[in-house]
């Protein structure tokens, strides 16, 4: 570059306040949610949220835009729409604005279909009819039966079916390909959950973010004690029975590198990420009395309860005793978990209607 050119400083960009995240399964993403409900919350925008007393957009129902409260008078004037819905571009476009910038995050199969097991092990027939995540994936036929479809969708190729497509499809090029073209039109950004704090970054840069609008503590994780292991065999197994989740996963894994090297570039990535965690350390040390997640029988606060589910221990936090008022606010805004969030904002901005 000439001397002069790097005189001229780069253009500020405006952070983006019209934004669609589809939130997929097990993938990290009840992180997300809280990181798009904080910044609801800071600019004062109005999300797209489940209408009564749901917590999803229709999910596991193709969404529809009747989905949300108040669509009938609110129309197109939503800014940010984040909870849990089976994707339809056209319905979502009813209530997105033109503008909107359109992300989701993908998670490695392999980890994703252990952690749906233990998450969804007492929901769905195919994980409740077998012993363990090994005993499933070493014959996945002989417990999954396309007849209880609805209630097995967690236990295939879930991340395909959360962007709308066909779980139980053949796994064909001349059928794949067309779908990750499609998916690649319909969205800006696809994050890996895998690399959460680089996907954090990316995001932050994307959409003209601050630093502090994508720290994060992590929600709606379990204890380690839950977790079953995986041979080298049972991982083969899973990427031919959720051949299509991982055909999805390599492709935008891929392009996800590239993005980077191409927008931000390693070194500045590696340097904002460092900086990320220290201000999430920081903030941890300011907000948490035990500095790191809790099990569910140790949260005094039952307000920061996470909805528990299946053989999993959802973790959650306790704050510490001697904040001050601003700063509890922060922080709390940090821990709570995604039903109580939902319902909070719905009360905020549905005050004449039922609580959920």
Partial sequence: KSHEELLVPPMPCRAKTNVMFLKTHKTGSSTVLNIMFRFAEKYNL???????????????KTFVAQFVEGFETIGQNYNIMCNHLRFNPLEVKRVMAANTFYFSILRNPIPLLESSYVYYK????????????????????????????????????????DFGYNNNAKDDTRYTQPVLKEIEQNFHLILIADYFDESMILLKHALCWD????????????????VQTLSPEDEERIKAWCSLDW????????????????????????KEV????????????????????VRKDQIRNRAFLPFQSGAADIL???????????????CE??????????????????PHKKRK
């Fill in 211 to 226: 630093l502090d609008d994508v720290i994060y503590f992590k929600l709606n994780s379990r204890s380690r004690d839950t």
């Fill in 122 to 161: 007492n929901y769905v027939p195919a994980f409740r009819s077998s012993r363990n995540v090994k005993e499933f994936v070493a014959s996945p036929t002989k417990y999954y039966h396309p007849a209880d479809y609805r209630e097995n969708i967690y236990a295939r190729n879930i991340m395909w079916f």
């Fill in 274 to 293: 460092d900086n990320l965690r220290t201000r999430q350390k920081e903030l941890v040390e300011t907000c948490l009395s035990e500095q790191e997640a």
């Fill in 333 to 350: 805004k940090m821990v709570r978990p995604e039903l109580q969030y939902t319902s909070y904002l719905y009360a905020v901005q549905h």
């Fill in 46 to 60: 109005t999300v797209a949220l489940p209408a009564d007393q749901l917590f999803h957009l229709g999910y596991p």
């Fill in 247 to 270: 055909k999805l996963y390599l492709h935008f894994n891929q392009s996800f590198w590239r993005r980077i090297e191409k927008t931000i570039g390693l070194k500045v990535l590696e």
């Fill in 316 to 330: 959650g936090y306790n704050l510490r005793q001697d904040l001050d008022n601003r700063t509890m606010r922060i």
